[in-house]
């Protein structure tokens, strides 16, 4: 008995240190208060593993140690190891470290929807904080200024914004209340308002496509749907450079980007160049002078810009299969999980599903390797997994 009560709460400190973890993902200062909280939860987990002898197995768990295992192979090869090493630690280890931390505490419907309220309550609060700092302190005027993407806050990053805008809609859409409908409504809109603001085209393209995904099983939501449509058309004319950053997307230096990243991946295209964002810039600089491309040429680029491509300079296309066959069983299992008779399990499946899709489609356009961006990433697909286990238990 005193096994098993030792075992709960060591169980209730990692989920509570895991709430509060997640709720400072969303701000990009405080990584004191982060590291401080990621650390214990995971000292918390090697205690719970090694002294209970117990570590969590989950339906994911060979992708993943796939995936883990080749970009630890790539840091022998890389042109950098000291920086692959970081970097294989901080954007890969780190958040599947979180990912079983998830799976071994979360054990029921309610510490799902707790962990879903943290997320929304930390996204809303720092976009706020974001939105704030972009009108008062830094004095813009919607309708007047030219502003760009790097003078808006960084929390208003849409590889954010646009998965829990899509987690917030789910609650508004399961909500009974009219006063909780209220709150998710006003976090929608905050949320939705925050990703035009990045100028983003990936982002706002990804919003636009994981909200008709999310409500193409809801034909009641086909209504809010079209109004969401319809407010993105009427601000995106008014807000200034928004319409512009699509009518240049024909001439965009992501294409040349992208045809320089094809030459760097032809000349080690299985084992990639090793897990380094560091070496990409190095390598990106010496393959550009000497071609000539018809798009804008950048001689400094830190990053491919394109989430597959990224993985194919980095990993190879052996690392591209593992992070494929990743997705695939994740939609196997998304596959199984939505035609469960328990209407909890199929609406949240689905919406952490598409909350999931969206920042892949956001990373089509932008760099994926961002520690808040994959602690959401893997946050999610724990969740997902946690899902599946506990609907055996709503079966039975």
């Not at 199929?346 to 602690?375: G, M």
């Amino acid at each position: 008995m005193s096994n098993s009560i030792a075992i709960e709460r060591f169980k209730e400190y990692c989920f509570y240190t895991i709430l509060v973890y997640l709720f400072f993902n969303f701000c990009f200062t405080l990584f004191v208060i982060k590291e401080i909280l990621l650390y214990f939860a995971l000292f918390l987990f090697f205690v719970f593993c090694i002294k209970f002898k117990r570590f969590p197995r989950t339906f994911l768990d060979k992708p993943i140690f796939l995936f883990l295992f080749w970009s630890f192979i790539s840091i022998f090869y890389s042109i950098d190891p000291g920086n692959a090493l970081h970097d294989v630690r901080v954007y890969i280890l780190m958040p599947i470290f979180l990912y079983y931390l998830i799976n071994t505490v979360v054990d029921s419907k309610a510490k799902i929807q707790l962990i879903i309220y943290s997320i929304i309550v930390g996204a809303v609060f720092w976009c706020i904080i974001g939105l704030i700092y972009f009108f008062l302190i830094q004095h813009h005027k919607l309708f007047i200024d030219h502003f760009e993407f790097k003078h808006i806050h960084h929390c208003l990053y849409p590889f954010l914004t646009v998965p829990v805008f899509i987690l917030s809609f789910h609650l508004l859409n399961i909500e009974r209340q009219f006063k909780y409908k209220i709150l998710y409504f006003i976090s929608c809109f905050v949320l939705f308002f925050s990703t035009l603001l990045t100028l983003s085209r990936g982002g706002i393209i990804a919003l636009v496509v994981s909200a008709f995904l999310f409500v193409i099983k809801r034909w009641k939501f086909i209504f809010y749907f079209l109004i969401i449509l319809l407010f993105l058309i009427i601000i995106s004319l008014k807000i200034q450079n928004l319409d512009s950053r699509f009518r240049k997307i024909t001439c965009d230096p992501r294409f040349n980007i992208w045809l320089v990243s094809l030459y760097i991946i032809k000349d080690k295209p299985l084992t990639g160049w090793g897990f380094s964002g560091l070496s990409y810039s190095k390598i990106y600089q010496k393959y550009s002078q000497h071609q000539s491309f018809k798009f804008n040429i950048i001689t400094k680029v830190n990053h491919p810009h394109n989430f597959f491509i990224d993985i194919m300079v980095k990993l190879g296309i052996t690392g591209l299969v593992i992070f494929l066959y990743l997705i695939l069983k994740y939609l196997y299992l998304v596959k199984k999980l939505i035609y469960r008779q328990e209407l909890f399990v199929k609406e949240t499946s689905w919406a952490l599903f598409v909350a999931t899709i969206s920042i892949i489609f956001c990373a089509l356009y932008d760099n994926f390797w961002n520690r808040h961006i994959e602690t959401l990433f893997f946050t999610l697909l724990g969740l997902q997994v946690v899902l599946f286990r506990i609907s055996f238990k709503f079966k039975s």
